[in-house]
Each structure stands twice: as C-alpha cells, then as structure tokens.
C-alpha cells in the first residue's frame, strides 16, 4: 500500500504483509476487484496501478493492455521488488514497479489514460490529497477507478464475543491511525471537489468461504495484530490465544457466514 508516517500519525497498511494478507492479495483479479475498469482495459492504454502490493492484479492489468505501459507503485520496498521480479519471470516487457508516495506521484502532469486504486485510500489520514494527485497525473479525459473497503459493513455469522472483540480492536488501530474503517460509504464525499466527474458508483458483498477467511484471520491475529496489540497493552500473551481459537472455532462451524462490503467508484478527469 501507499502513503507516509510522521509523528502526526500513520498511513501505513495496517495488516501487514504477512502470509494472510499476501493470500488475499494475491488471489485478486480484475473481474473480482475491479469491475468497474474491465470495460476500458483496451490494447495499447496506459494505467497507474496506485497500492500495487505483490503486483499480481498489476500484471492481470498489463496483460490485457499490452502493449500499453502500466506501472504499479507502492510504498513498500520489498512488494516493489518482489512483483519486479514476479513480472520479469512472467515475461511481461510493458509493466514495471516503483516505489513511491500516493502523495507525491514521480510521474509528470497528464501521463497516463487509466488508474486503478483499490483498498488504499482507507489506509490513509489525507485520501482526498491521494485523489487530487492521481487527477493530476491523468491525461484529459482519462479514467479512475477506486474500490474501498467498508469495515463497519462487513457481515459476520455467528459473531461471538472474542470474535466481536477481534473486530473491534482491528477498527480502533485503524482510528487511531487517522484511518478509516468505514472508507467505502465515503469514497463519493472523497471525489468531490477534486476535478473529477463521478461516472459509476456501485457497492458489493464479497462472499467468502468462512473456513478459509477464518483461518487466515487466525492467522493475522498470531503472527501481525496479536504482537502489535500485545506491544502496546491492548492485549495479553492469553487473550491473543483465545481469539486465535476464537476464529478456529469460526474456522470449523459449518453456519458461518462471512462477507466483506466494498465500494466502487469510476470518475473522469474532463477534457
């Protein structure tokens, strides 16, 4: 993900990039997590993939457009280089990875037909900052499609105690960041004012399969936010145990129900 830390705050991504997270990350697909830019991925287009990560949606990006150039940036050193190698393995000549700030793009005004932004401006304390630099480095006329997160809307069945706790305390480190956890209801206040004309604007359920999602937020709670929320008193040695059996006992319920609420804007930069 994309962003920048002071004492200010942190716009850092906040679930790390653990085995979980990177399973989620890399099983995204542009008709799963950007329905909105399927139609314009057209030969020969040029695209800025904002928040690339491990690069995967990127490359799905690039293939379609080639011979158009895509470049996906990200804050994080080693996603930069681990998707500049994923993609020198694939053979893929018209993508290429930087490392960079949402905040201040290296790219000069009006280089690129498309741009991709996805689950990134929660991450962030300025995201209305993020939007206007991504207007600026469009061509007139150009494309943006942004699909955010909405941690408030996210259903879960059943939701236990530990379970609601788990949920509660990833919501407060987002907060005390300056981030949002309900950033998708506020992804179309966030386009206003910045240049951009909204042209669709959708919300969804992604539906997982709760054995999986359980697992890996097991697994997210052992190895990134239980030593974190340890670290800083929010939590025990022994209650990180018992929420990370929490989610195995969600894991093995066969009446689980897990389904995550996003939200999906395009926009144009007028001509």
Same mark, same amino acid.
């Given at each position: #993900?994309?962003?920048?830390?002071?004492? #200010?705050?942190?716009?850092?991504?906040?679930?790390?990039?653990?085995?979980?997270?990177?399973?989620?990350?890399?099983?995204?697909?542009?008709?799963? @997590?950007?329905?909105? =830019? %399927?139609? @314009?991925?057209?030969?020969?287009?040029? *695209?800025?993939?904002?928040?690339?990560?491990?690069?995967?949606?990127? #490359?799905?990006?690039?293939?379609? *457009?080639?011979?158009?150039?895509?470049?996906?940036?990200?804050?994080? /050193?080693? &996603?930069?280089?681990?998707?500049?190698? /994923?993609?020198?393995?694939?053979?893929?000549?018209?993508?290429?990875?930087? &490392?960079?700030?949402?905040?201040?793009?290296? $790219?000069?005004?009006?280089?690129?037909?498309?741009?991709?932004?996805?689950?990134? %401006?929660? @991450? %962030?304390?300025?995201?209305?900052?993020?939007?206007?630099?991504? @207007?600026?480095? =469009?061509?007139?006329?150009? =494309?943006?499609? $942004?699909?955010? $997160?909405?941690?408030?809307?996210?259903?879960?069945?059943?939701?236990?105690?530990?379970?609601?706790?788990?949920?509660?305390?990833?919501?407060?480190? *987002?907060?005390?960041?300056? &981030?949002?956890?309900?950033?998708?209801?506020? *992804?179309?206040?966030?386009?206003?004012?910045?240049? $951009?004309?909204?042209?669709?604007?959708?919300?969804?359920?992604?539906?997982?399969?709760?054995?999986?999602?359980?697992?890996?937020? !097991?697994?997210?709670?052992?190895? &990134?936010?239980?030593?974190?929320?340890?670290?800083?008193?929010?939590?025990?040695?022994?209650?990180?145990?018992?929420?990370?059996?929490?989610?195995?006992? #969600?894991?093995?319920?066969?009446?689980?129900?897990?389904?995550?609420?996003?939200?999906? !804007?395009?926009?144009?930069?007028?001509?």
């Amino acid at each position: #993900m994309t962003g920048r830390s002071d004492a #200010m705050g942190d716009d850092s991504y906040t679930l790390g990039y653990g085995r979980a997270v990177m399973s989620w990350l890399l099983a995204r697909t542009p008709e799963s @997590h950007a329905p909105l =830019l %399927l139609p @314009h991925l057209k030969p020969g287009a040029s *695209l800025l993939d904002c928040g690339s990560g491990p690069g995967k949606l990127t #490359m799905d990006f690039a293939v379609r *457009l080639a011979p158009g150039e895509v470049v996906g940036i990200d804050i994080e /050193a080693t &996603q930069v280089a681990a998707a500049n190698e /994923a993609a020198r393995s694939k053979n893929l000549h018209n993508v290429r990875f930087e &490392q960079a700030s949402i905040y201040e793009l290296p $790219f000069t005004d009006e280089t690129f037909d498309l741009s991709f932004c996805g689950a990134v %401006l929660g @991450h %962030l304390r300025e995201p209305r900052r993020a939007v206007a630099e991504i @207007h600026r480095v =469009l061509k007139p006329g150009g =494309l943006a499609v $942004f699909r955010e $997160f909405d941690n408030a809307g996210d259903l879960f069945f059943p939701r236990p105690p530990l379970i609601d706790k788990s949920i509660r305390l990833y919501a407060d480190m *987002l907060t005390e960041k300056g &981030q949002h956890r309900d950033g998708g209801r506020k *992804l179309k206040s966030w386009l206003r004012g910045t240049g $951009f004309a909204l042209t669709a604007l959708d919300a969804t359920f992604e539906v997982f399969d709760s054995a999986s999602y359980s697992e890996a937020a !097991a697994v997210l709670y052992r190895e &990134q936010l239980g030593p974190y929320l340890v670290s800083t008193g929010r939590l025990t040695p022994g209650e990180v145990d018992e929420i990370v059996e929490a989610w195995h006992a #969600m894991r093995d319920d066969p009446d689980a129900f897990i389904a995550a609420a996003w939200v999906d !804007a395009a926009a144009r930069k007028p001509r």
